[in-house]
């Protein structure tokens, strides 16, 4: 086993020659160029994890070879190599950003320090990069709930994490897709490397090609400098693709590409870059519909759907309310003042149907714990659309529920839904469902009695349609 990559930049030829030898000799994979222009493919192709650069190069000089190596693989340790009298330019290199130097002539002992510590750097650089990265981000890559829809995402997740397919990820607005992208990419064996994310929905067209894929210096009148994508700062990491179905077809087809062949083209680029990042993309649309009226290209469909993952609605799992809440408290929590939420504030958020899911959830007791007022709490929890819609329906505003007759509510809920999702599976063979339940036929036969619950789907419950099952397929 090699113990590392080294790429020799020096154009003097028995220089090169000699150093090749050495680094060889040290038990490192090599390889060679004898100029700046020379390099840059090659680092591109294959980034190593040091280069040693010699500053005095012909045409394009090692210093801006350095700033080219900064700008486009950030990663990469650099010793510069320098001779006696040098000694400006190699503080010159320092301060941009050179991992460590070397003055020659140097021993093999002198070498050897010299890249380990390039590469020590660089991973420290690295590890900081990721912790400032999840500090910017926020740790909160716990996943709360008791539901079984998202235990069933969450062991998916686990099992999906450490291969390298693409995951969809699917569901309303704030329902926790982001969670279940950071879980991914936590459990993975990318989780030291960063997870990039980018809305596609955010920006115009020609902004996100330049942001996915990078440019090239002149590439068009703004591009005075090479920029990298962020496929490429995604490189050994993952990447979040919010939005996917507002991608464009032009920039679908180069994802397309990304996701078979492992690259793509910057913009005004001659020659592909290589990119090894793993792909996780949300909508909170189903893209069916798109790819059917032809905004979306079927092919890209089937290779991001391979793994398919849904996380369903807060109001069709309320059970996960007082768990939300009490991670939410402590989350916000602010030091001096504890404080939990009264348990009126509770069950009205129970019953309610929160349209913005758990990011909305989290805001009102965020909200709660910098202002503990009970009233105002309630009228901005009846201000939000969908409540009118509940209480149309007969649900009742749940300050008048006692939290007990609520629980038992979500619990009963909870139980219609899994005998109904049972019978869909065992196609309505009610004993093998019952047996699957572990509960007798008879008591199977009573509850679908008391629910209404008939083959062609239930008797729409007073609570609402989001209850109905789907016909069994
Ligand atoms: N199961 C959960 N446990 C703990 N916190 C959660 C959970 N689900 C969501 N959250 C929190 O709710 C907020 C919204 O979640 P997230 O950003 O993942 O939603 P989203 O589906 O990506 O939203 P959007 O559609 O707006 O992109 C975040 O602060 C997140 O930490
Ligand atoms: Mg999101």
Known sequence: MPKGSVLVVDDDESAREYVTALVEA????????ASAEAAMPELGRSPPEVVLLDLVLPRMSGLELLDWIRRNA????????STVGEIKTVVEAMSRGASNYLTKPFREAELELAIRGATEKERLREEVRVLRHRLDHGEATDMVSSDERMLRVRDIASQVADSDAPVLILGETGVGKEVVARLIHGLSDRRDRALVKVNCAALPHDLLESELFGYEKGAFSGA???????FE??????ILLDEIGEMSPHLQAKLL????????????????????ARVLATTNRPLEQAVASGLFREDLYFRLNVVRLEVPPLRERRADIPLLVRAFEARHQRPGTPRTLPPELTSAFLAHDWPGNVRELENAVRRYMILPDLGAALEELGRSPRTEAAAARGAAPGVELSLKALAAKVAEEAERKTIQRVLAETRWNRRQAARQLKISYKTLLNKLKRWRVEESGPVPPADGPETRAKRPV
């Open 26 to 33: 040290l038990g490192y994979d090599v390889s060679a160029a």
């Open 233 to 238: 700062l995604a490189n050994r990491g993952s």
């Open 257 to 276: 590409h990304v996701l078979q062949d492992g690259e793509f083209s910057r913009l005004g680029a001659s020659r592909p870059t290589r990119t090894d």
């Open 74 to 81: 950030p990663g990469v340790g650099v010793v510069v190599l």
């Open 224 to 230: 005075v400098r090479d920029k990298p994508g962020k």
